[in-house]
């Protein structure tokens, strides 16, 4: 038990010369933004995701044998946007390697990208025509693939900010009865435990009739930690000077 609330407090407050600074709690915050934003995604653009990829392969497979409510286009839209957006985040990668300034800018680029899906929900209102749906897709995709190209360069362990099943595995896999798990287990199950507060933020606002709302926090968040990282990584500290 120790070893479990050890794993959450230094997620959420790294220690001094932590070898990930503080990332930990940065990519925690963005593991909300994808439940914030597949919530909208899977929920007023119909069935299809933003984030989990996964989902939308099965999703894909359903389409393609003509199961309702599921559409080829829209989920072919959300993988290749998707994949524009992490090779944008894999170029970044490749030639940056301050930790800081890799999140810092694949964070600046998803937040505008966000920004645009604000916009665009804002002024639909309760009616999402076709050209808006797609864009929704193409511009929340596209910056979710940045956002896990970012994490995946990063390589901070157990916070993917997307992937939770291989995470919730490892919670049972390493558990008690197969080998101690450590703080790891604390740190995976804060991970799926935000995902699951930012899905639910999100399908509340969604919900109730406020949408454009749920997508306007899953900015604020992106811009917060943006700004952060610029500000904690400002200087020679050695979580950001680490290769990423």
């Known amino acids: 038990m120790h070893d479990f609330v050890t794993g959450i407090r230094s997620t959420l407050r790294p ?3 932590d070898p990930h600074g503080p990332l930990p709690p940065l990519l925690l915050a963005l593991t909300a933004v994808t439940g914030m934003v597949d919530a909208f995604s899977y929920l007023v653009l119909g069935h299809v995701f933003v984030a989990n990829m996964t989902g939308n392969v099965v999703f894909l497979a359903f389409a393609l044998v003509g199961a309702r409510g599921f559409s080829i286009t829209a989920v072919v839209l959300a993988l290749g946007a998707f994949a524009a957006g992490a090779l944008a985040g894999g170029r970044v ?3 940056q390697n301050h930790r800081a300034r890799l999140l810092g800018t694949c964070t600046a680029a998803q937040g505008a990208l966000v920004a645009a899906g604000v ?3 804002a002024l639909q209102g309760a009616t999402l025509r076709a050209p808006a749906h797609d864009a929704l897709i193409a511009v929340l995709g596209a910056a979710m693939g940045l956002q896990n190209a970012a994490a995946r360069a990063l390589a901070v362990p157990d916070l993917t900010t997307t992937v939770l099943t291989l ?5 049972a896999a ?10 790891a287990a ?12 930012g899905a639910l933020v999100g399908a509340a606002c969604v919900v109730h009739g406020r949408r ?11 811009v917060a930690v943006g700004a952060v990282t610029r500000l904690a990584g400002d200087g020679d500290a050695a979580w950001a000077r680490r290769a990423p």
């Open 174 to 183: 390493d558990s008690q009865s197969a080998r101690p798990a450590g703080t």
């Open 15 to 17: 220690r001094a010369g």
């Open 167 to 171: 995470t919730i595995t490892g919670l």
């Open 93 to 95: 990668a490749r030639v």
């Open 119 to 121: 916009v665009v929900a």
């Open 212 to 222: 454009s709302v749920d997508l306007g926090a899953a900015l604020a968040v992106v």
């Open 186 to 197: 604390g740190r995976r199950s804060l991970s799926v435990l935000v995902m699951f507060a």
